[in-house]
């Protein structure tokens, strides 16, 4: 069993009032077997999100529970079976808040030639805590066959609302695909392929410009759109025992709703995003009794978005 705690702290140069902070509080347990072919376990986890005044849309609460079961077909195929199970608060905002589970599953393959194979299926389905309704007003005419002192039909016309409750739940599934190999005995690659595909989609969006930027849960659901995605990369072991980690990621994204452009006219978002990863880390055994292992990187991260959308650029 472990516990851990992790304070997350962002600082903007250009948006200082959107300085922020993260409380995540960790409780991990596993069970293994004796021959370690076999294993469960399971993380519950809670984490809250402070913010300024002036955006306090972006405060939230999330408790996180994970489980998953390891285990093996034979010498060079294992598999993981997992769940999980989120709940997304957003206080000032309850109409963006959620809950989500999600089914997952695994398979692994290694040959003697140090080849891998991923295969991951993942299906996640997300419901709103808060339902919306459409109100559309009708029009009906009663008692047309009274008489008026002129001696024509007299029409009383009232107004009814039409309440209609609308789907808040959304289904996706997500395939990846991935092959990893070693090169020489210190430097290894991968080539992976994600596909992404909504089920059922009514995501919920934001039409105000000034938060865009946003690129978190709330402004960028994951579950808002479809697409395509590809990277690749690789891992090298250094002298002195540094690891060092590169990537590259093309990312397509379409989505579900439609979005105001800068004429505030509605239309079909499209964005094509490229992600460039670089890291730097290396770990050091300390004391066993209060700091058995401490971990330290250096990261470089590049992100280019480009939509049809010029606010979403």
């Known amino acids: 069993m472990k516990f851990s705690y992790g ?21 991990d347990y596993a069970l293994g077997s004796a021959d370690e072919e076999q294993l469960f376990s399971i993380a519950l986890s809670y984490s809250g999100k402070s913010v300024n005044d002036e955006y306090k849309l972006y405060e939230e609460k999330n408790l996180n529970l994970h489980s998953g079961y390891d285990f093996s077909f034979n010498d060079i195929h294992s598999g993981n079976i997992r769940y999980g199970f989120n709940k997304i608060t957003y206080d000032n905002f309850s109409d963006f808040s959620y809950s989500e589970n ?14 891998s194979l991923f295969l991951d299926v993942n ?33 009383i016309i009232g107004i009814v609302s039409n309440t209609t409750k609308l789907d808040d739940g959304n289904v996706q599934l997500l395939l990846t695909g991935k092959i990893a190999q070693s090169l020489y005995d210190n430097l290894g690659a991968y080539l992976a392929y994600s596909f992404r595909y909504n089920l059922e989609n009514n995501s919920r969006s934001i039409m105000i410009s000034d938060y865009y930027f946003s690129d978190d849960n709330l402004f960028d659901d994951n579950y808002g759109y479809g697409g395509h995605d590809l990277e690749m990369g690789f891992t090298y072991i250094m002298p002195l025992s540094l690891t060092l980690k590169s ?6 994204k379409k989505y579900a709703n439609e979005y105001p ?28 009794s209060l700091l058995n292992k401490l971990n330290v990187y250096l990261s470089y991260v590049y992100t280019n978005n480009s939509s049809n959308i010029n606010l979403f650029n």
Request: charged share 20%; glycine share 4%.
């Open 7 to 27: 304070l997350n702290l962002n600082s903007y140069n250009s948006y200082s009032t959107a300085n922020n902070n993260t409380n995540l509080f960790e409780l």
């Open 102 to 115: 999600i089914l997952g599953y695994t398979s692994n393959i290694t040959w003697q030639t140090k080849t």
């Open 123 to 155: 299906l996640g389905y997300k419901i709103y805590s808060n339902p919306l309704y459409s109100i559309s007003n009708d029009s009906i005419i009663s008692n047309p066959g009274m008489m008026n002192g002129k001696g024509k039909m007299k029409n």
């Open 247 to 252: 990537s590259f990621e093309y990312t397509y």
């Open 261 to 288: 452009d800068i004429i505030d006219s509605l239309k079909e978002r499209n964005d094509d995003k490229l992600l460039f990863n670089i890291r730097l880390s290396r770990s050091f055994e300390l004391f066993e």
